[in-house]
């Protein structure tokens, strides 16, 4: 009846939901999750640590799979409602967007880290060089194809999907190319992040399993704050002795060179000074401390600088990496659904499992290009520099003023010059040439 009040029941549901807190469970539900969840927390380790040692290519394609499901599943959890799901074209638009996204970004990288080779082939030159014009042009055709597909009567909500998936190639795609310029660093930059926020996972839920009593935030309603804490404690001192065994095999600290090294291939590399311990003076207070329980004189001690990084990385993923799962939580709550899938027994989704690893891979690398990466002039950049900046004149008398230094140097045989010569060119770059001594 319109006089009839309604009860502030009905109104305030999600502030009545009650919360049961996992040390509160009961036994056999509880233990039963439990069981659950670390068979298939191994099962995943498991085939994660067989990935990453059948290569760099394989562990790349990974992450390109999983950020994949991860936004086919964010995309199906805002096409609930039958009216938004059936819009012409969308699913066909949003992988198409996909396909975009990821060939703009994974040809950045490529070109980036393999300039020696994409700059001197024939086929691939025009495409590194066009490369962002290119993707350009494929997004505004995306662009201009959902503008065509506008129905009227559905203009809010075909734009509401529009600006949601966006959402989701900039949080899923874009931080996900960032962990794979992680690996072509070198795997330990990919390896010690994911690992810490797997740890942290792990230990935040164990310690919330036995010992959780206080509620941390809302938007996840079982996290406690002695599992945030435990989970941090546990997670800070896995990571100190994690990179010290990781920085010891140079599968893991070299950068890559060729995507079809393993880890069984005879690899080496410059170490990076980051990966050397040197010796730090303790202070005062410390040497005293150590003496009184020790009846020691310790005055310094070894560590390796990545080791005081991976502790910074460790905090970060223990008090911020976290709030990307709040944040998916927040996103599961929006849209009231318990997880964003189930293909994860115990775990939910993809997305419920990776909801912190993009953030934590996001900030790995620009951690990694703000404090750590030493930038020195390599052959690529050198040569694309030459390729991009010289004439071919300028290119043709570099290549001869280098050869005639190897052959001063007596590295290479005098023949050399006369066989790279003029009389090496081709018909085309005969007329290059006398068209540019033409025209000045």
Not at 341 to 355: A, L, N
């Amino acid at each position: 009846m319109a006089g009839k009040k309604r009860s502030p029941k009905n109104n305030t549901i999600e502030a009545e939901e009650k919360v049961t807190l996992l040390a509160d469970e009961a036994s056999k539900k509880k233990w039963q999750n439990w069981w659950v969840r670390t068979i298939t927390t191994f099962m995943m380790i498991g085939a994660f640590f067989f990935v990453l040692a059948s290569g760099h290519i394989w562990v790349i394609l990974m992450v390109i799979a999983i950020s994949t499901v991860v936004y086919s599943e964010v995309l199906q959890i805002a096409q609930g409602p039958a009216k938004d799901s059936n819009f012409r074209w969308f699913k066909t638009m949003s992988w198409y967007f996909l396909v975009t996204t990821t060939y703009f970004l994974y040809g950045e990288s490529i070109i980036y880290y393999f300039q020696s080779v994409v700059l001197v082939d024939r086929i691939l030159l025009p495409f590194a060089t066009h490369h962002r014009f290119i993707s350009f042009v494929l997004y505004i055709i995306g662009f201009m194809f959902f503008v065509t597909n506008l129905k009227k009567g559905h203009y809010k909500r075909q734009f509401r999907q529009f600006g949601w998936m966006h959402m989701a190639l900039i949080l899923v795609v874009f931080q996900s190319h960032f962990m794979v310029n992680n690996i072509l660093e070198g795997l330990i930059w990919f390896f010690i992040p994911t690992s810490l926020v797997i740890c942290n996972d792990i230990f935040a839920y164990i310690c919330g399993f036995f010992w959780g009593r206080n509620q941390l935030i809302t938007l996840s309603p079982k996290k406690t704050i002695e599992g945030f804490v435990g989970g941090w404690i546990c997670t800070m001192i896995f990571g100190l002795l994690w990179s010290t065994l990781l920085m010891r095999f140079d599968y893991m600290i070299c950068p890559v060179k060729d995507l079809s090294m393993s880890a069984w291939s005879n690899i080496s590399c410059p170490v990076n000074p980051v990966f050397i311990t040197v010796p730090w003076k303790l202070p005062d207070t410390c040497i005293t401390i150590f003496k009184t329980l020790l009846h020691k004189d310790i005055r310094e001690i070894w560590i390796a600088p990545l080791q005081l990084h991976t502790l910074v990385m460790a905090c970060f993923a223990s008090l911020v990496a976290p709030f990307g799962g709040f944040f998916a939580s927040g996103v599961k709550r929006a849209f009231n659904v318990k997880d964003f899938g189930q293909s994860i027994p115990g775990h939910g989704g993809m997305t419920d499992r990776m909801d912190c690893q993009f953030l934590m891979g996001f900030f790995a690398s620009i951690y990694y290009q703000s404090f750590i990466k030493t930038y020195q002039m390599s052959v690529g950049t050198l040569l694309s520099s030459i390729i991009n900046n010289l004439s071919l004149p300028d290119q043709l008398e570099l290549l001869e003023r280098i050869l005639t230094y190897f052959v001063n140097q007596g590295i290479l045989d005098s023949a050399v010059l006369q066989k790279c010569g003029a009389s090496a060119l081709t018909e085309s770059a005969r007329q290059i040439l006398e068209a540019g001594v033409t025209s000045m």
